[in-house]
């Protein structure tokens, strides 16, 4: 079946300007994630979803950050003006349910801001 | 923050031996995983180790975790080129807090 989707793979912005990554998780998939992961480092954790409920966000760096996954299904990371440390890869992952279950990434979003 | 921390932090090898790479992380835990993620590529899950469980393993993976000595370590035996990759750990927290936390990865090259 299909994985873990995200779009789009590569955004270039400006900025200041506003950005919405999107992730479309495994159908069926309860739990959805996102990370952010600089070169060379391992994903840091962001927030986190149950269905349509954010359990955790306290990975969001500053209120510039938002998430939202509004029927429980696709979920969209939005970073409002955007700033160049803001640069980096953003991973989406799912997994069937919380707890000792494996997590499924997406291919990422490679963020420019210059 | 990184929670762990993987041990080499670069690790080349001849095709056909074994390959052994460490993870070391700080807080109490549920449960490790272990990822491998391709060049430019995404994560791929290679195995759970839960938190009572001392020893698993998964085809030529083995894994061991010492929750005393909070570390874990990951035996990849008879290497192929094919398993050039970063190697990362991963672990969760407290129970019902499933977020999580990555290390900063073992980058492993096959020698062919």
């Known amino acids: 079946g299909a994985g873990v989707s995200q779009s789009p793979r590569y955004k270039v912005t400006k900025r200041g300007q506003d950005v919405a990554l999107r992730c479309d998780p495994i159908s069926g998939h309860v739990s959805l994630y996102w990370y952010r992961q600089a070169l060379g480092q391992g994903p840091e954790f962001l927030t986190y979803?149950?269905?349509?409920?954010?359990?955790?966000k306290s990975g969001l760096p500053n209120d510039r950050f938002s998430a939202e996954r509004p029927e429980g299904s696709i979920s969209t990371l939005t970073i409002q003006r955007t700033e160049q440390r803001d640069s980096a890869m953003y991973r989406c992952?799912?997994?069937?349910?919380?707890?000792?279950?494996?997590?499924?990434f997406g291919p990422g979003t490679r963020l420019t801001v210059t | 923050s990184q929670q762990g921390e993987e041990d080499p932090q670069a690790l080349s090898i001849q095709e056909g031996e074994n390959a052994t790479m460490n993870c070391s992380y700080k807080?109490?835990?549920?449960?490790l995983q272990w990822y491998r993620q391709n060049s430019g590529r995404g994560l791929v899950h290679l195995i759970l180790i839960r938190s009572n469980e001392r020893e698993k393993h998964s085809g030529r993976l083995r894994v061991t975790l010492d929750t005393s000595k909070k570390s874990s370590s990951l035996l990849i035996t008879a290497s192929r080129a094919a398993d050039t990759a970063s190697y990362f750990c991963?672990?969760?927290?407290?129970?019902?807090?499933?977020?999580?936390?990555f290390g900063t990865g073992t980058r492993l090259t096959i020698i062919p």
């Open positions: 992952a799912s997994s069937l349910w919380t707890g000792p279950y494996e997590q499924y």
């Open positions: 807080t109490s835990i549920n449960n």
């Open positions: 991963a672990t969760d927290g407290d129970f019902g807090n499933e977020k999580l936390t």
């Open positions: 979803f149950n269905y349509e409920a954010q359990q955790d």
